[in-house]
């Protein structure tokens, strides 16, 4: 049987405002029967064009088509109404109601049976293999757990064409698998699945076809059997590009910086971070994997003298001196005097680490006023270093005396790499810092992190692309509810090992 085209885009252009193109002429067609993933780049304008087919957008030129007719889709309950359903990035979920509520709220003009609306949403849940109580609170969910609610309220509202922007951006490995099962048998049922992602190997392992998109232009459309990791990134970046990342053997290393029984508790009373002990090694990259907010952030700032610590120590050996200091109760600036050189790069790029309304060239002398009055009013070797990092991390920026405020996030980002690096650090903790960053610049920092490794420093790597943690680190620490559930050999470990360390609290056993 040939697939009937579910969604039919022909020539769809959309602007915001004057100077940005978010998609320029894109015409492609997702069928019936299929699940056909949208890739592309961080902006090359995914969640846009779904946005346009959601009823979110609407298109400044060209035209939808649906199940082959012309559609005029203003408003996402226009989109329900041709059974077109959309899982956002950001769940719209009421807290304090159950699954069930949720799911119902808004249909059927408010009025409904829940008693008979359980019943049908513990159909679909068979039906396609969901793991859902339909009476549990939302604020006690998982994030996994909201997402299938999410998808279930869309299939609830009958929904045949379904479209999710970046499902497993949250997800563990077992989660991610899941719901890929889930949609496969949606797809096998005659729906019509379009997935965004811009990670290849789900690309490959879930989807039928897979389009492409770079900056807003439709580059083409291809049979994922037909095609291969560096074809697909050829197409998202437009030029080829070496996927490998190098992994030398540590040499020498020496326990750098030893972290032992730490405890953290936040303003509710809550443990944080929970007997963490580890040793950070130099010419090592140590990674941290996790689900986002297990302890990650108030770990890299308890070691930065930013975050109070209950308990534990965290002892730092001098490979200069021989001494041992002990970090522990220090600010960021005793560290310093202390001439512990621990450079860091928060997840919050603005506050933390940057100042959002200083120029770039002030910015790097945030960093060095310590080294004595004389250097505050020094200017010429802040603005050698920002022309540097400007130069070689390749900085979208007017200029040096760019307020940073003024740039994009990838390349405020690019810029507190560069600066932290600058500093010759011994100890160099960085979160999440390809996060919305292209391939090309992601490739070029995990090369930094190489060199940086290679010169000895004890790296600290948060991380949330599990793939890119197996190729590039050393060992992986894995943290789960403030707890340490595993440290592993990177060499040896597999993803669905750490996934599982993931969701383990440490409790279990
Ligand atoms: N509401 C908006 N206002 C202005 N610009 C926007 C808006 N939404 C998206 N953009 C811009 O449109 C481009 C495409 O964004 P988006 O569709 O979110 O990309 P993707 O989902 O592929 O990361 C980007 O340059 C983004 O900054
Ligand atoms: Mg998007």
Same mark, same amino acid.
């Given at each position: 049987?040939?697939?009937?085209?579910?969604?039919?885009?022909?020539?769809?252009?959309?602007?915001?405002?004057?100077?940005?193109?978010?998609?320029?002429?894109?015409?492609?067609?997702?069928?019936?029967?299929?699940?056909?993933?949208?890739?592309?780049?961080?902006?090359?304008?995914?969640?846009?064009?779904?946005?346009?087919?959601?009823?979110?957008?609407?298109?400044?030129?060209?035209?939808?088509?649906?199940?082959?007719?012309?559609?005029?889709?203003?408003?996402?309950?226009?989109?329900?109404?041709?059974?077109?359903?959309?899982?956002?990035?950001?769940?719209?979920?009421?807290?304090?109601?159950?699954?069930?509520?949720?799911?119902?709220?808004?249909?059927?003009?408010?009025?409904?049976?829940?008693?008979?609306?359980?019943?049908?949403?513990?159909?679909?849940?068979?039906?396609?293999?969901?793991?859902?109580?339909?009476?549990?609170?939302?604020?006690?969910?998982?994030?996994?757990?909201?997402?299938?609610?999410?998808?279930?309220?869309?299939?609830?509202?009958?929904?045949?064409?379904?479209?999710?922007?970046?499902?497993?951006?949250?997800?563990?490995?077992?989660?991610?698998?899941?719901?890929?099962?889930?949609?496969?048998?949606?797809?096998?049922?005659?729906?019509?699945?379009?997935?965004?992602?811009?990670?290849?190997?789900?690309?490959?392992?879930?989807?039928?076809?897979?389009?492409?998109?770079?900056?807003?232009?439709?580059?083409?459309?291809?049979?994922?059997?037909?095609?291969?990791?560096?074809?697909?990134?050829?197409?998202?970046?437009?030029?080829?590009?070496?996927?490998?990342?190098?992994?030398?053997?540590?040499?020498?290393?020496?326990?750098?910086?030893?972290?032992?029984?730490?405890?953290?508790?936040?303003?509710?009373?809550?443990?944080?971070?929970?007997?963490?002990?580890?040793?950070?090694?130099?010419?090592?990259?140590?990674?941290?994997?996790?689900?986002?907010? @297990? &302890?990650?952030? /108030?770990? !890299?700032?308890?070691?930065?003298?930013? %975050?109070?610590?209950?308990? =534990?120590?965290? #002892?730092?050996?001098?490979?200069? @001196? &021989?001494?041992? /200091?002990? !970090?522990?109760?220090?600010?960021?600036? %005793?560290?310093?005097?202390? =001439?512990?050189? #621990?450079?860091?790069?928060?997840?919050?790029?603005?506050?933390?680490? !940057?100042?959002?309304?200083?120029?770039?060239?002030?910015?790097?002398?945030?960093?060095?006023?310590?080294?004595?009055?004389?250097?505050?009013?020094?200017?010429?070797?802040?603005?050698?270093?920002?022309?540097?990092?400007?130069?070689?991390?390749?900085?979208?920026?007017?200029?040096?005396?760019?307020?940073?405020?003024?740039?994009?996030?990838?390349?405020?980002?690019?810029?507190?790499?560069g600066r932290e690096i600058a500093a010759s650090p011994t100890v160099l903790m960085v979160a999440y810092?390809?996060?919305?960053?292209?391939?090309?610049?992601?490739?070029?920092?995990?090369?930094?992190?190489?060199?940086?490794?290679?010169?000895?420093?004890?790296?600290?790597?948060?991380?949330?692309?599990?793939?890119?943690?197996?190729?590039?680190?050393?060992?992986?620490?894995?943290?789960?509810?403030?707890?340490?559930?595993?440290?592993?050999?990177?060499?040896?470990?597999?993803?669905?090992?750490?996934?599982?360390?993931?969701?383990?609290?440490?409790?279990?056993?």
């Amino acid at each position: 049987m040939t697939k009937q085209p579910a969604i039919e885009l022909k020539n769809i252009t959309k602007r915001f405002g004057a100077k940005v193109i978010a998609n320029n002429n894109v015409s492609l067609t997702a069928y019936h029967g299929e699940v056909l993933s949208i890739l592309g780049e961080n902006g090359s304008g995914k969640t846009t064009l779904m946005n346009m087919i959601s009823g979110i957008y609407f298109p400044d030129e060209g035209q939808i088509f649906v199940n082959g007719k012309e559609a005029v889709i203003a408003s996402p309950k226009d989109a329900f109404g041709f059974k077109i359903g959309m899982i956002h990035q950001h769940f719209k979920l009421v807290d304090v109601f159950s699954a069930a509520e949720n799911i119902v709220l808004g249909i059927d003009g408010g009025k409904y049976n829940l008693k008979k609306s359980t019943e049908e949403i513990k159909k679909i849940s068979e039906q396609y293999g969901f793991d859902l109580d339909p009476e549990k609170k939302i604020y006690s969910m998982s994030v996994s757990e909201k997402q299938t609610v999410e998808i279930i309220k869309v299939l609830y509202r009958g929904a045949d064409i379904l479209i999710l922007d970046e499902p497993t951006a949250v997800l563990t490995p077992q989660e991610t698998a899941k719901l890929f099962d889930v949609l496969r048998k949606m797809r096998d049922d005659g729906k019509c699945i379009i997935i965004i992602t811009h990670k290849l190997h789900e690309v490959l392992s879930l989807s039928d076809r897979v389009s492409v998109l770079r900056k807003g232009e439709y580059v083409g459309t291809v049979n994922t059997a037909e095609t291969s990791e560096s074809e697909l990134t050829e197409m998202m970046v437009g030029k080829k590009i070496d996927l490998n990342i190098e992994r030398s053997d540590p040499k020498d290393p020496q326990d750098r910086l030893v972290v032992k029984d730490l405890d953290c508790i936040n303003r509710d009373g809550v443990a944080v971070l929970d007997s963490i002990s580890f040793t950070a090694r130099s010419g090592e990259i140590l990674g941290i994997a996790g689900i986002a907010g @297990s &302890g990650q952030r /108030e770990l !890299l700032e308890a070691i930065a003298g930013l %975050q109070h610590i209950s308990q =534990g120590d965290i #002892l730092y050996n001098d490979p200069k @001196s &021989g001494k041992t /200091e002990n !970090l522990r109760d220090k600010t960021p600036v %005793q560290i310093r005097d202390l =001439g512990v050189r #621990l450079s860091f790069v928060p997840e919050d790029r603005l506050g933390m680490g !940057l100042v959002a309304n200083m120029d770039i060239v002030d910015n790097m002398m945030l960093r060095s006023y310590s080294k004595g009055r004389s250097a505050f009013l020094e200017r010429k070797a802040p603005k050698d270093l920002a022309m540097k990092i400007i130069k070689d991390l390749e900085v979208v920026t007017p200029g040096a005396s760019t307020p940073v405020r003024r740039l994009s996030g990838g390349n405020v980002q690019k810029v507190l790499v560069g600066r932290e690096i600058a500093a010759s650090p011994t100890v160099l903790m960085v979160a999440y810092p390809v996060r919305g960053l292209d391939i090309n610049s992601s490739y070029m920092i995990y090369n930094l992190l190489n060199e940086q490794k290679e010169k000895g420093v004890a790296i600290i790597f948060v991380g949330e692309d599990l793939d890119v943690l197996l190729e590039l680190c050393d060992r992986i620490m894995v943290i789960g509810s403030g707890k340490i559930t595993g440290i592993e050999d990177a060499r040896t470990v597999t993803k669905e090992q750490i996934g599982l360390l993931m969701t383990k609290t440490g409790e279990e056993e």
